[in-house]
């Protein structure tokens, strides 16, 4: 399936640091990009932090500096991660992944969520 699937939440306490993974494994040449979304209750999904097949990487202004993105291009499967540091109660949120799908596979691009997994930090 061309569904990425996410691990990793889980309740944590401020200050302390989590990690979440993600694995794309169908048509991994037709993925432009990938990234980290989430949404907080009574809120719309907002990016997180985004990267490129080049590695180019993109943060949130509430992301810059406290959490990192990284990406792994396997044979078959793209493995994306998020490193979590100094959490804050504000972060919590169900994260999504993110994965763009383009040439050659799609005309255009277009966008294949997770299922979301959650993340919540206690005060």
């Known amino acids: 399936q061309v569904q990425p699937v996410e691990s990793g939440g889980g309740l944590v306490q401020a200050g302390e640091s989590l990690s979440l993974s993600c694995i794309a494994s169908?048509?991994?040449?037709?993925?432009?990009?990938m990234g980290w979304y989430r949404q907080a209750p009574g809120k719309g999904r907002e990016l997180v932090a985004s990267?490129?097949?080049?590695?180019?990487?993109?943060?949130t202004d509430s992301a810059q500096g406290r959490f990192t993105i990284s990406r792994d291009d396997a044979k078959g499967a793209v493995y994306l991660y998020l490193q979590m540091n100094n959490l804050k109660p504000e972060d919590t949120a169900v994260y999504y992944c993110?994965?763009?799908?383009?040439?050659?596979?799609?005309?255009?691009?277009?966008?294949?969520w997770g299922q979301g997994t959650q993340v919540t930090v206690s005060s």
């Open positions: 990267m490129t097949s080049g590695g180019y990487a993109t943060y």
């Open positions: 169908k048509d991994t040449i037709c993925i432009s990009s």
């Open positions: 993110d994965a763009v799908y383009g040439t050659p596979c799609l005309d255009g691009n277009t966008d294949f």
